[in-house]
């Protein structure tokens, strides 16, 4: 039973292609994250959706657009891909955002997504 | 703003010697939380420990042991008797509610650890 899943695990692909990432969490969590691991492995967020409304968009190209369906879902859907753009993508969910108290923000994180671009 | 510094790149260790991983952090606000995840070889991210600003009490969880320090800004991690199977990718990170309500984790570069048997 895996708690955050992502699909594709790896994509391969040309640039100027489109393409998807899907992530589902079973966790029952209220909170979704992106994040970009580079190859130098720092990781960074990239977005953050509560219920399924944005909360966080880091200064991230427009190329980059979630969507989130319902709260289980958070998909990552990349325009016009670019050399640039490969990396590992890692989905992550988290409890109710607003009990910090307990263990509302401790991050979950699927096995990610190795996106590389030729 | 917040900073998350993990001065050691990379730190080779043999088994069974103990090994500290550095963290320091910078933030303006009171509330906040400190992590330590773990990425091992096959590049899952693992949660490790959960900190929040009002809670020094060092923990200790079988052989990896945490010091929070306020008043150096540290959250250092120790792992006692290394094995092999620690080495990893070890990330500090740090969380705090951002402006949309959200929380915000912003994640230290990482410690490479190796473990030679």
């Known amino acids: 039973d895996t708690a955050v899943s992502q699909t594709p695990k790896y994509l391969v692909t040309q640039m100027g292609n489109d393409k998807s990432i899907k992530c589902e969490q079973n966790?029952?969590?209220?909170?979704m994250y992106w994040y970009k691991q580079d190859s130098k492995k720092f990781l960074k967020i990239m977005f953050s959706?509560?219920?399924?409304?944005?909360?966080i968009n880091e200064t991230v190209p427009n190329r980059f657009s979630p969507k989130s369906p319902d709260k289980a879902h958070l998909n990552l859907h990349i325009n016009s891909l670019e050399l640039g753009d490969s990396a590992v993508y890692f989905c992550?969910?988290?409890?109710?955002?607003?009990?910090?108290?307990?263990?509302?923000?401790?991050?979950?994180f699927g096995a990610g997504t190795r996106l590389s671009v030729l | 703003a917040q900073k998350v510094t993990q001065a050691q790149t990379e730190i080779s260790v043999v088994e069974k010697e103990d090994v500290t991983l550095d963290c320091v952090y910078e933030t303006r606000d009171t509330t906040y939380y400190l992590f330590w995840y773990k990425q091992p070889p096959s590049g899952e991210l693992v949660f490790l420990i959960r900190?929040?600003?009002?809670?020094?009490q060092n923990e200790i969880s079988g052989r990896y042991s945490w010091n929070f320090q306020k008043s150096t800004s540290s959250f250092n991690f120790t792992i006692t008797a290394s094995q092999v199977v620690d080495s990893a990718v070890y990330f500090c990170a740090l969380s705090e509610v951002g402006l949309g309500g959200g929380f915000k984790t912003i994640f230290g570069a990482g410690t490479r650890l190796f473990v030679k048997a």
């Open positions: 900190r929040n600003s009002f809670d020094e």
């Open positions: 966790l029952g969590h209220d909170t």
């Open positions: 992550a969910s988290s409890p109710n955002l607003a009990s910090g108290s307990g263990v509302g923000n401790i991050q979950y």
């Open positions: 959706y509560n219920n399924k409304e944005l909360i």
